[in-house]
């Protein structure tokens, strides 16, 4: 059962978001508290996973034409939609039951805008376009949002705000190069794939634009003293993803540096605290 429910809470994606709360969380002037960033780390894990469970009842149709995902739990029929549906549910009430009881009620609703979002507007629109890629993007910028504002900060902060931006900017080029991993998969089951210009000719210019971008703003938060340590420190943990792309043909590489982003950003503003 253990190995069913991580298939259905995709283990990986729920910790990138945990990790990312934290990340929000670190960045708030004052003084973590480990209680607290333990639970939060887990509430924002639970609301992670229960759009994982969610979003693949709303998938479960296309889940089997993907070789990618025809292995989760209801394509395979180890779980019921039904089942999903009561511990996606389940995992959504615990999730926000433990950010409200340690920041309250404003980042609860700010992970529930960012839930409804990923599965009432992002999960049916990218089988209509595209470009559904860069508006999804937007879940993914929340669990920082949520971890700051259960710090004590306000959302309509710019420190959050960068930080949040940078971390939107870098979901682009990572599920763009997952795209074109598993670009026959995402064209047997009816998905329109992003296809910037260059598409087919290694790292497509409009993809380095935006690591581009999202390595500037990285740079921003020490250049303005948002965080501390060594902007050179910084240069050469996070500019690593750019430096690859100007090679040809690496993008599995780029891929596995684009997947550490989030976690050597935690870990840059832990050690700069």
């Known amino acids: 059962m253990i190995l069913i ?15 990312s709360a934290l990340g929000g969380y670190l960045l708030f002037p004052a003084g973590p508290v480990t209680s607290t960033l333990c639970a939060l780390f887990v509430g924002v894990s639970f609301l992670a ?34 089942a999903a549906i009561i511990i996606g549910v389940g995992c959504l009430g615990s999730g926000l039951a433990i950010v409200v009881a340690i920041g309250g009620v404003l980042p609860a609703l700010i992970g529930t805008a ?19 890629l860069a508006l999804g993007a937007l879940c993914g910028a929340a669990p920082p949002v949520i971890g700051w504002c259960v710090a004590g900060g306000s959302p309509a902060d710019f420190r959050v705000i960068l930080l949040a931006g940078i971390l939107y900017l870098w979901q682009v080029p990572h599920f763009w190069l997952l795209q074109r991993r598993h670009a026959d998969d995402y064209r047997r089951a009816g998905f329109p794939l992003f296809a910037p210009s260059g598409y087919g000719r290694g790292v497509a210019p409009v993809c380095g634009l935006w690591i581009v971008a999202m390595i500037a703003g990285a740079m921003m938060l020490p250049a303005f003293g948002i965080v501390g340590g060594n902007p050179a420190l910084w240069c050469a943990a996070l500019c690593a993803p750019l430096l690859i792309t100007a090679v040809k043909r690496c993008e599995a590489a780029l891929f596995a540096c684009l997947n550490l982003f989030p976690v050597l950003v935690t870990l840059a503003l832990c050690a700069g605290r």
């Open 5 to 19: 429910l991580s298939r259905l809470f995709r283990l990986r994606l729920v910790m990138m978001n945990g990790i």
């Open 114 to 132: 960012a839930l409804l979002w990923y599965l009432a507007i992002y999960t049916p629109l990218k089988r209509r376009t595209s470009f559904a």
């Open 49 to 82: 996973a229960a759009g994982s469970a969610l979003n693949q009842v709303l998938e479960r149709e296309s889940d089997p034409l993907m070789q990618r995902t025809r292995n989760r739990p209801i394509p395979k029929g180890e779980l019921s939609a039904a």
